[in-house]
């Protein structure tokens, strides 16, 4: 049940981890050490806005990078560029589109962004219509429509938009959970303490006929993320499992890091629309849990997430999905972070998150600055190094720290 989610969140003691007690600061030349890892990301630019050696929902997430190092350093430098080059892969794919709801959000959040930073409202229009395909395609279980083992899949999102498609899995749900409440708040209609109901069904009959409303994407977020906290979350430990293959009645409990950063960021979001405590409540606990996590962190402080692409595991010089998986955990825990500052979070709790945070992210910046570079701007994949080549997406996920910096040495 999802209000066990927030009654163990809240009860939870959370202790702080060794590394916590090696706080690390940023070098003076922070700017020109961000931006030359930026310019040799760029190096790979393809002749039709895409990074070459990547697939399409890796360049999303490149360039959303870029956005939030401008957008978290107070910063347009690579603002102009980066909205060519989005207008210019959205030409050849229009929408930004593609068959996979997964892909499609992550460009949604790169628009976002670059709403964020500029307020042209092609990029908030672009984001509201992937919103609106993901509806219309029904890619988002309504009530009653398939149960799981005698629960109501109601709110989640399924991995593609195929006909006939088997799989609902966690990180579509989550994204499609972050943008609902990232749309609703750049509408600044979202009142905190105002009471949401996240009735699905009333939704569904409501898209389709006009815009979606402050309302719409307020249940759709609620709805989303009461499908994860039902269905796909181990309370205790903080963590998000994967999804669910409706077809062969079986769950897949894999247990990436990006999958819970997502829902990090989501609950933050939920916290700063609705001023509800519980939100906030349960991001800090995930992000506690996360840091924590021993399959994730090395013992210094280090993101690593060994399993899922681990130094002697795998080949450095073949991509991966799983390359980027912890930079988008350290990209959502800094979403909690800003939150946390902007709002002025009185939780106690909220503000210890915050200040661990802050030092989890000076220690992974440093670690790449020590281990994981060859001193020419360029990063390899083990964030704990050794660094032993670089590569399109290596130097990708590597982007998500170097914008996290900014943003905690800043507020």
Not at 373 to 396: D, I, K, V
Request: net charge neutral.
């Amino acid at each position: 049940m999802a209000e066990e989610a927030f009654r163990i969140a809240k009860e939870w003691e959370h202790k702080m981890p060794a590394w916590a007690d090696n706080p690390v600061h940023p070098p003076p030349n922070l700017d020109q050490i961000t931006q030359r890892a930026i310019d040799i990301f760029m190096m790979s630019k393809k002749p039709n806005g895409e990074i070459g050696g990547i697939g399409w929902w890796q360049t999303a997430n490149g360039y959303t990078a870029i956005a939030l190092r401008d957008y978290w350093a107070g910063s347009k430098q690579n603002y102009d560029k980066m909205a060519q080059l989005v207008r210019q892969c959205e030409s050849h794919q229009a929408g930004l589109i593609n068959v996979f709801n997964d892909d499609t959000l992550w460009w949604a959040m790169c628009c976002m962004d670059m709403y964020a930073i500029g307020g042209d409202h092609w990029f908030l229009e672009k984001a509201k219509g992937i919103y609106r395909h993901i509806n219309s395609k029904s890619s988002v279980c309504g009530r009653g429509q398939i149960s799981f083992k005698d629960q109501d899949m109601e709110g989640a999102c399924f991995w593609t938009t195929k006909p006939g498609e088997g799989q609902i899995n966690s990180i579509s749900s989550g994204l499609l959970a972050e943008l609902s409440v990232r749309l609703a708040i750049a509408d600044g209609d979202s009142k905190p303490g105002k009471e949401r109901h996240p009735h699905f069904s009333k939704l569904q009959s409501v898209l389709g006929h006009g815009q979606p409303s402050c309302d719409d994407y307020m249940q759709t977020a609620h709805c989303t993320l009461g499908w994860i906290l039902r269905c796909r979350y181990r309370p205790r430990d903080g963590i998000v499992l994967d999804g669910i293959r409706l077809k062969k009645g079986e769950a897949v409990n894999w247990t990436f890091t990006y999958t819970t950063g997502v829902v990090i960021g989501a609950s933050a979001l939920l916290y700063e629309a609705t001023g509800e405590e519980k939100y906030m409540t349960l991001a800090c606990h995930m992000a506690h849990r996360a840091m924590r996590n021993k399959s994730w962190v090395e013992d210094n402080g280090v993101l690593t997430e060994h399993g899922s692409y681990g130094h002697g595991r795998h080949d450095p010089a073949k991509n991966n999905d799983a390359v980027g998986f912890k930079s988008v955990l350290l990209r959502e825990l800094g979403t909690l972070y800003e939150v946390i500052r902007k709002t002025n979070a009185s939780n106690q709790d909220a503000q210890r998150t915050a200040g661990l945070i802050k030092t989890f992210v000076n220690i992974n910046f440093e670690s790449q600055q020590q281990r994981n570079t060859n001193g020419n701007g360029q990063y390899g994949p083990w964030w704990n190094g050794p660094f032993e080549r670089p590569t399109s997406h290596s130097q990708m996920a590597a982007l998500d720290v170097m914008a996290a910096v900014h943003l905690v040495n800043r507020m």
